[in-house]
């Protein structure tokens, strides 16, 4: 759960660190990380749901946590998860419009939106990481 936890910190940072790359003209190394950093994110987030599962269900490793039947806990758990899901669901569009679109001649027609996209999908990654920080401290009782 902690290797997932600090992949999930770690994320925006290699995606910013992507973004400048591509401001820097450097289309195919952006590229390179961001799809990196995607596929390692998907494998944590696969890691996740087998330790939860293997666990004995969803509520099975928050349920230890002295915040779990709280209200608040459960409504940021939900908000999480559907930030999340909605994040990568975006990303994944973006992933492949952009492979589809890629060109010799970049930037193209399609940058402008791109660029929309992937700020997005940043914030999206900033917000996913916040609150998974926040589930991570309550279920664990370090707060």
């Known amino acids: 759960m902690t290797s997932v936890m600090l992949l999930t910190?770690?994320?925006?940072?290699?995606v910013y660190y992507?973004?400048?790359?591509?401001?820097?003209?450097?289309?195919?190394?952006?590229?390179?990380i961001q799809n990196i950093v995607f596929?390692?994110?998907i494998g944590?987030?696969?890691?996740?749901?087998?330790?939860?599962?293997?666990?004995?269900?969803?509520?099975?490793?928050?349920?230890?946590?002295?915040?779990?039947?709280?209200?608040f806990f459960k409504k940021i758990l939900i908000a999480h998860i559907i930030g999340a899901v909605l994040t990568y669901l975006l990303w994944i569009f973006?992933?492949?419009?952009?492979?589809?679109?890629?060109?010799?001649?970049?930037?193209g027609k399609f940058s402008g939106?791109?660029?929309?996209?992937?700020?997005?999908v940043f914030v999206g990654l900033i917000y996913?990481?916040?609150?998974a920080l926040a589930i991570y401290l309550l279920t664990l009782d370090l707060v």
């Open 9 to 14: 910190l770690f994320s925006p940072f290699a």
């Open 18 to 32: 992507a973004v400048t790359l591509a401001k820097k003209n450097k289309f195919k190394t952006h590229r390179k």
């Open 39 to 41: 596929f390692i994110g």
């Open 44 to 71: 944590g987030v696969v890691l996740l749901e087998g330790l939860i599962r293997y666990e004995g269900g969803s509520g099975s490793i928050a349920s230890q946590s002295s915040y779990y039947e709280h209200d």
């Open 94 to 107: 973006l992933i492949i419009i952009s492979t589809i679109k890629f060109q010799k001649n970049l930037p």
């Open 113 to 120: 939106t791109h660029k929309i996209l992937g700020y997005i």
């Open 128 to 131: 996913t990481a916040v609150t």
